[in-house]
T-cell receptor
């Protein structure tokens, strides 16, 4: 049974560009959460989606947006990239809103 | 402010030693997770606790709800246990924080042969 799949695994972008990160949850999981982990720190909550609706939003600027598709996969979009957006972006899926999280391996974004 | 604090931040041990990592949080929670992160980033969920104690192999996790404190113990540590161990909590209550995990800063564990 496949785990949480994130793509791409690594990405280099230039300041001002836009990026889209993708996450496929475990089959049967309806909730997807996104986290940003800056080097040396714990992950910070960005968004949670459940049944295609946004159910939680962290303290991130409007440049960050996300959506969940009918098959429960999700995209995280970041516009007007800044150097400070360089981080590991983690996706976690769960069958319900708050229990039994499974994490993906993350997408490492470098903004130059 | 809802906070999660871990200690120690760095831990070095010799193979075979008993290891304890601590996690304290500020307000009521509905669940606490212990996670393991290896270099390269992938996170593995070790335990989810809402009360008491859980054991899996050489790993033991305990939680004291009244004291708002949890510990992760590793018995007979091994170099392959070297990783970052992270405590994360799901706060009690709803609202926009519902379902959100708040993470501690992590404990970097290095076990030498």
């Amino acid at each position: 049974d496949a785990g949480v799949t994130q793509s791409p695994t690594h990405l280099i972008k230039t300041r001002g560009q836009h990026v889209t990160l993708r996450c496929s949850p475990i089959s049967g999981h309806k909730s997807v959460s996104w986290y940003q982990q800056v080097l040396g720190q714990g992950p910070q909550f960005i968004f949670q989606y459940y049944e295609k609706e946004e159910r939680g939003r962290g303290n991130f600027p409007d440049r960050f947006s996300a959506r969940q598709f009918p098959n429960y996969s999700s995209e995280l979009n970041v516009n007007a990239l800044l150097l400070g957006d360089s981080a590991l972006y983690l996706c976690a899926s769960s069958s319900s809103l708050g229990f039994g999280y499974t994490f993906g391996s993350g997408t490492r974004l470098t903004v130059v | 402010k809802n906070e999660v604090e871990q200690s120690p931040q760095n831990l070095t041990a010799q193979e075979g030693e008993f290891i304890t990592i601590n996690c304290s949080y500020s307000v009521g929670i509905s669940a606490l997770h212990w996670l393991q992160q290896h270099p390269g980033g992938g996170i593995v969920s070790l335990f989810m606790l809402s009360s008491g104690k859980k054991k899996h192999g050489r790993l033991i996790a305990t939680i004291n709800i009244q004291e708002k404190h949890s510990s992760l113990h590793i018995t007979a540590s091994h170099p392959r246990d070297s990783a970052v161990y992270i405590c994360a909590v799901r706060w009690a209550g709803g609202g926009t924080s519902y379902g959100k995990l708040t993470f501690g800063q992590g404990t970097i564990l290095t076990v030498h042969p």
